[in-house]
């Protein structure tokens, strides 16, 4: 039996599909399924159920997973010994993550981090809409929502905030804003209401109905373009928008709202050595980064 052949059945039993499976281990897809039909025949036995829906383990399937898994943490555990832990980090973690903070935010972090591990290869989804883990399109998933419920390893990762910013010459030009009361009279930048893809994106309904939304947008950072191009006054989180010289904040401290990151993991990646690995970097990368996300 080939160590090989159970890392290609491992990365599948944890997929459920051939392409998932194939871009963890950087291969493609025909490979994972040559492999693992090697496995089966060297076995004797069936391991997966193929179906429309993806792959699920039989019953000799679930039998040898345990085994395999043991064998798997050894040989990472030998690995590290032998190579150090950077040198042996390999196979591909697709991130998914909110436009804004990824771009903004993990974009830079994330170059220092495959400097590091150069054996490593990161796919950053940002995204303006919400990366489903359900749906097996990501690994790592940062996102507004905790989900009530799921097979998934959950934590906080980070709160930020939001404030609103207008561009110089747009407060110049228009009525001067002293309170809240004084934003009706201007026109806003923000989301398209039926496209929304989180609750926690409702600004306006908060701080009371604008006369006037002349440019909506998906994106978080269109909205900030077109804001500093004159178009409006837009709710924009802080760590992007104080780094634009073309924008001022208004109101101050009077409006600002925190809103929260949270991160997932499917439970069955967290003894993976490169999952682990990614998952702490993007901890300790947004302790470091407080005071910009939080507009200090």
């Not at 682990?276 to 993007?282: A, K």
């Amino acid at each position: 039996m080939e160590w090989d052949n159970l890392r290609y059945f491992l990365e599948l039993s944890r997929a459920g599909k051939l392409t998932v499976a194939a871009r963890r281990l950087g291969v493609d897809h025909t490979t994972v399924s040559r492999r693992v039909q090697a496995l089966e025949k060297s076995l004797d036995t069936q391991l997966f159920m193929r179906a429309a829906a993806g792959f699920s383990l039989t019953e000799a399937g679930r039998n040898l997973l345990p085994q395999a898994e043991a064998m798997e943490s050894a040989f990472s555990a030998i690995e590290r010994t032998r190579q150090g832990q950077k040198d042996s980090l390999s196979g591909q973690v697709r991130i998914g993550v909110t436009e804004g903070y990824g771009t903004v935010m993990l974009a830079p972090q994330l170059a220092e981090f495959t400097r590091r591990y150069p054996n490593l290869g990161i796919d950053l989804l940002a995204a303006p809409r919400m990366v489903q883990l359900s749906r097996r399109e990501a690994d790592i998933v940062i996102t507004l929502e905790r989900p009530e419920r799921g097979p998934f390893i959950i934590t906080k990762l980070t709160d930020y905030v939001l404030r609103l910013y207008a561009a110089a010459d747009y407060l110049q030009q228009h009525a001067p804003i002293r309170s809240r009361e004084d934003l009706r009279a201007h026109g806003f930048v923000s989301y398209i209401d039926d496209l929304l893809y989180s609750k926690e994106l409702l600004f306006l309904d908060e701080i009371g109905k604008p006369g006037h939304v002349p440019l909506r947008s998906t994106s978080i950072l269109a909205q900030q373009q077109a804001t500093a191009a004159g178009a409006g006054i837009a709710m924009l989180p802080s760590f992007s928008a104080d780094a634009d010289p073309r924008l001022q904040r208004v109101l101050g401290e009077e409006v600002k709202f925190t809103r929260t990151f949270w991160m997932l993991m499917p439970i069955e990646l967290k003894d993976i050595a490169r999952m682990q690995t990614t998952w702490n970097f993007l901890r300790e990368m947004a302790q470091a980064s407080q005071a910009v996300l939080m507009g200090v």
